[in-house]
């Protein structure tokens, strides 16, 4: 095992459940690898709407996992990119110096995280680091949707509900790099964006309802969760494909519980397929995602920044909703 320092260092937890107001730095021991983790430098990392979940507690029922009067898991933060600094003697992937990215369970809004080597895939050369740590869950979340669920190929028709966010930026590159024909659906603020990003239509909320279009779509992608099972599937074709990745309506109780189930008893009787995703992180999807970045179709949109210091700042707004991509923190020397 190569040897990291054990000093201390500083990461942000999250005490008790509550929004970007009860996080506080702390110092903490510097983390060293077990037998087939790898430590890691942490140069960048992103928001993503799991961080707002465990960080809130909601929907409550989440809390049956993750501690039900505060979080079991106080250090934060999910997706990263850096260097690593340590592995542990099984691991043969990765060695010092290396520039990965990737998911990891918690304790990416810290200077070292620790995890295992599976969780990790190498930065592409052409690559900056924030641009890595914007991609892990959006991208493998767009990616499996689209690639395996939707099963998305040349000349189909594909609408994405959410086409301006974290996912959805991914999700309208993923699209057209997989030969379809993309509509996208996003507020009057992000149409350029999404339409600069390869959307062939895209439809602003605001003015128009793609649920009273004529058009009908092989697959849909839903990242939204703001209209009803009937008005999807009223503009999906009679064998297109529906994708759920946001659930409708909110409810901070049971959260997706009742959506899913709707979902999975309707796909039973009609020849039309609903499914909802779950993403599984994967490191042969990071690195697919890293090859399409490094071919140029696949670049993360990202909106804000924020220096690792102001992880509140960045969490309160993150929470607003709306953005425009991803929301990335930085490291700096």
């Given at each position: 095992?190569?040897?990291?320092?054990?000093?201390?260092?500083?990461?942000?937890?999250?005490?008790?459940?509550?929004?970007?107001?009860?996080?506080?730095?702390?110092?903490?021991?510097?983390?060293?690898?077990?037998?087939?983790d790898v430590v890691?430098?942490?140069?960048?990392?992103?928001?993503?709407?799991?961080?707002?979940?465990?960080?809130?507690?909601t929907p409550y029922?989440?809390?049956?996992?993750?501690?039900?009067?505060?979080?079991?898991?106080?250090?934060?933060?999910?997706?990263?990119?850096?260097?690593?600094?340590?592995?542990?003697?099984?691991?043969?992937?990765?060695?010092?110096?290396?520039?990965?990215?990737?998911?990891?369970?918690?304790?990416?809004?810290?200077?070292?995280?620790?995890?295992?080597?599976?969780?990790?895939?190498?930065?592409?050369?052409?690559?900056?680091?924030?641009?890595?740590?914007?991609?892990?869950?959006?991208?493998?979340?767009?990616?499996?949707?689209?690639?395996?669920?939707?099963?998305?190929?040349?000349?189909?028709?594909?609408?994405?509900n959410g086409a301006?966010?974290?996912?959805?930026?991914?999700?309208?590159?993923?699209?057209?790099?997989?030969?379809?024909?993309?509509?996208?659906?996003?507020?009057?603020?992000?149409?350029?964006?999404?339409?600069?990003?390869?959307?062939?239509?895209?439809?602003?909320?605001?003015?128009?309802?793609?649920?009273?279009?004529?058009?009908?779509?092989?697959?849909?992608?839903?990242?939204?969760?703001?209209?009803?099972?009937?008005?999807?599937?009223?503009?999906?074709?009679?064998?297109?494909?529906?994708?759920?990745?946001?659930?409708?309506?909110?409810?901070?109780?049971?959260?997706?519980?009742?959506?899913?189930?709707?979902?999975?008893?309707?796909?039973?009787?009609?020849?039309?397929?609903?499914?909802?995703?779950?993403?599984?992180?994967?490191?042969?999807?990071?690195?697919?995602?890293?090859?399409?970045?490094?071919?140029?179709?696949?670049?993360?949109?990202?909106?804000?920044?924020?220096?690792?210091?102001?992880?509140?700042?960045?969490?309160?707004?993150?929470?607003?909703?709306?953005?425009?991509?991803?929301?990335?923190?930085?490291?700096?020397?």
């Amino acid at each position: 095992m190569t040897d990291v320092d054990t000093a201390s260092m500083t990461a942000w937890v999250a005490p008790r459940y509550g929004g970007g107001e009860v996080l506080c730095a702390e110092v903490v021991p510097r983390p060293t690898p077990g037998e087939r983790d790898v430590v890691v430098r942490v140069r960048a990392a992103s928001l993503c709407s799991g961080d707002l979940h465990l960080l809130t507690g909601t929907p409550y029922l989440l809390r049956l996992g993750f501690g039900v009067r505060k979080p079991k898991h106080r250090m934060i933060g999910q997706n990263l990119a850096g260097e690593v600094v340590a592995v542990g003697d099984l691991v043969t992937e990765f060695g010092v110096g290396d520039r990965v990215f990737g998911e990891v369970p918690s304790g990416a809004f810290a200077e070292y995280v620790r995890a295992e080597a599976g969780a990790f895939a190498r930065v592409p050369a052409s690559m900056g680091l924030e641009d890595a740590a914007a991609i892990p869950d959006s991208g493998m979340t767009a990616l499996q949707g689209l690639r395996d669920i939707g099963r998305v190929g040349p000349g189909q028709r594909v609408l994405i509900n959410g086409a301006s966010g974290g996912v959805g930026s991914f999700a309208v590159q993923i699209a057209k790099g997989l030969g379809a024909h993309v509509t996208a659906v996003c507020s009057t603020r992000h149409v350029e964006m999404v339409r600069g990003i390869g959307a062939d239509v895209v439809i602003d909320y605001t003015t128009a309802d793609f649920a009273d279009s004529p058009v009908r779509y092989d697959a849909i992608f839903d990242l939204a969760g703001n209209r009803s099972l009937r008005e999807f599937r009223r503009v999906l074709t009679p064998e297109g494909v529906f994708i759920s990745s946001a659930a409708a309506p909110h409810d901070n109780w049971l959260g997706p519980v009742r959506w899913l189930a709707a979902v999975a008893l309707t796909n039973l009787f009609t020849r039309q397929t609903l499914k909802a995703l779950l993403m599984r992180p994967s490191a042969a999807d990071l690195d697919h995602l890293a090859g399409l970045a490094t071919e140029g179709s696949l670049r993360p949109v990202i909106q804000r920044r924020f220096p690792l210091s102001q992880v509140p700042e960045a969490v309160t707004t993150f929470a607003e909703g709306h953005a425009s991509g991803k929301t990335v923190l930085y490291v700096a020397d």
